[in-house]
């Protein structure tokens, strides 16, 4: 399978040519730019960061700030609808989330998130900023949002409105802890829902109304659903912040987990193919082949010249 593996780094985009299990670094763009995440799709690169979006038409090689009406903002994850060309998704710090339905070249937000982050007074331990969105997941006109520190927002009408799924900001026993890294919901099912916390790793079936805790007590951000068998999936999970991280490994829905691969805190999982991408928490990037049901995975560092890297995809 040959195409473009894109990483973003806090030192700009770093291109590569993608062949099989090979991968060779051929550019660099964006130099001396804190990107923090990255997505592309129909030909079209956008890349977030901490001075707002840029777009380039042209596989990296040029780029422009994407849309005036966002500005200047710290973008800290970008996302798109998998079935509706040119519908991107921004989250912000402080929390606040950014539509376009023009390929990035204009941008509205919604009222109800910044009057839910004064409201409940979300946070982040460490920065002055009121919390941020740094995950999204999407299932039809229906779309989550994680806030750190904060819980998990629901839209059912494609963004246009959000509302904190599950109560206020405190813990209660069926609710999801409100340190929400990121968020992923089950293929088949837009109600089932599966949430990596500071406090744990939950999973809810009725849309975010009441939670279960399926790792306690676990710190993790990250966590890959197998999208041809949900019920198969990877945690990335540790002790604390950075500290015993880990991947592990469920077949049976997240009711039993075994060890997969023992070193670092996983930031983020990326798919490419039938390949998975883990970021480390150590800016460093390992891979696997994705196995058959059931069998063992087997990771290897990739791009180890490349550092500082916050997020992956790929373009065909």
């Given amino acids: 399978m040959a195409g473009e593996l894109i990483l973003a780094t806090r030192q700009g985009v770093v291109i590569c040519e993608t062949l099989g299990a090979d991968r060779q670094v051929i550019r660099r763009e964006l130099d001396r730019v804190d990107v923090t995440s990255v997505i592309a799709r129909e030909g079209v690169i956008l890349a977030g960061t901490r001075q707002g979006v840029f777009r380039s038409d042209d596989l990296g090689r040029n780029w422009q700030p994407a849309g005036e009406s966002l500005g200047e903002v710290i973008v800290r994850w970008l996302a798109f609808h998998p079935e509706i060309s040119d519908f991107e998704l921004a989250g912000l710090e402080p929390a606040e989330i950014f539509i376009s339905r023009d390929g990035a070249k204009n941008w509205y937000g919604?009222?109800?998130?910044?009057?839910?982050?004064?409201?409940?007074?979300?946070?982040?331990?460490?920065?002055?900023?009121?919390?941020?969105?740094?995950?999204?997941?999407?299932?039809?006109?229906?779309?989550?949002?994680?806030v750190e520190v904060g819980g998990v927002l629901r839209s059912d009408n494609y963004g246009e409105d959000w509302r904190l799924v599950n109560g206020e900001k405190s813990e209660t026993d069926n609710s999801v802890h409100p340190d929400v890294h990121s968020i992923a919901v089950h293929a088949g099912d837009a109600d089932r829902l599966y949430a990596p916390t500071g406090g744990g790793f939950y999973t809810s079936a009725d849309g975010g109304q009441s939670w279960q805790a399926l790792v306690k007590p676990c710190y993790c951000r990250a966590m890959w659903l197998d999208p041809a068998n949900p019920s198969r999936m990877l945690l990335g999970s540790a002790d604390g912040v950075d500290r015993n991280g880990r991947i592990d490994q469920s077949d049976d829905g997240g009711q039993s987990w075994r060890p997969a691969w023992p070193h670092h805190m996983v930031e983020r999982f990326a798919q490419a193919g039938d390949r998975l991408l883990a970021v480390l928490s150590n800016g460093e990037m390992i891979q696997a082949k994705i196995p058959l049901a059931s069998q063992p995975w087997t990771w290897f560092a990739v791009l180890a010249e490349v550092k500082g890297i916050q997020d992956a995809t790929q373009i065909i």
């Avoid at 919604?110 to 409940?120: E, H, K």
């Fill in 110 to 146: 919604s009222s109800s998130v910044a009057q839910m982050r004064r409201l409940y007074r979300w946070y982040l331990p460490y920065s002055p900023e009121a919390g941020c969105v740094r995950g999204f997941a999407v299932s039809g006109n229906r779309i989550y949002a994680a």
